[in-house]
């Protein structure tokens, strides 16, 4: 149950600062693209707001323009680092192995909900022992197909056939709630990743959630 008479049955995982904290992986990567653009780098700790939105917004907002060759030019370049580093400078947040396991010990079926390229969320999965706890993986082709994360679940809920009456987004950003709303599915919003409480509780999401056990308290209670 969740919130009283509320049945979940199948839950949707952001990766990024939901499961992992990404922080030093995502942030050299930008650095990295922007000084191979000989655009000045912020430093890590400027970047850490643009963790979470797809990549083509982010290099949008950091060159300051709508340009797609030079944006593409950015991303191609954080990829190239990310692909060989990046993806490995990452830690989970602790309690995240358990309380996977917990709730597919309780029946729900768990899927992965990323703006993150599919193959690269596969392969951070793998790395880190999780990948045998989700029953699909979803995340954005790197030509930038479902990195909208409303298309995203839009996408989910019809391949596996979900009700989105008993669905539920757990995320750490605006993106994951709108995205679940726009497709009438509950959205718990976790506190301990990169979405401040301002900008979580300003697109009202059904729950806060400050640990990876109170998810599951609050689903299975």
């Not at 653009?37 to 290099?59: C, K, M, N």
Request: proline share 4%; net charge negative; charged share 25%.
């Amino acid at each position: 149950m969740l919130g009283g008479d509320r049945v979940v049955r199948a839950v949707l995982f952001d990766l990024d600062g939901t499961l992992t904290d990404p922080k030093e992986g995502i942030t050299r990567c930008m650095q990295y693209a922007l000084e191979k653009l000989e655009r000045p780098a912020p430093t890590a700790d400027a970047l850490v707001a643009y963790i979470g939105p797809p990549l083509q917004h982010t290099f949008a907002q950091l060159l300051g323009s709508d340009e797609r060759t030079q944006i593409d030019q950015a991303v191609a370049y954080y990829r190239e680092r990310f692909a060989s580093h990046g993806m490995y400078e990452n830690a989970l947040y602790p309690g995240v192995a358990a309380m996977l396991a917990e709730l597919k010990r309780a029946g729900l079926r768990l899927f992965l909900a990323t703006s993150k390229p599919r193959v690269f969320a596969e392969k951070i999965l793998d790395h880190f022992g999780l990948a045998a706890y989700f029953d699909g993986v979803y995340g954005a082709e790197l030509d930038g197909r479902l990195s909208d994360k409303a298309e995203l679940i839009a996408e989910i809920l019809r391949a596996e056939q979900l009700n989105a009456a008993t669905t539920l987004m757990v995320g750490d950003r605006l993106h994951d709630i709108v995205g679940a709303k726009r497709n009438g599915v509950s959205t718990a919003a976790v506190t301990f990743g990169y979405g401040s409480h301002a900008e979580l509780e300003a697109h009202q999401p059904d729950w806060l959630i400050d640990a990876p056990a109170a998810l599951v308290q609050h689903i299975t209670a």
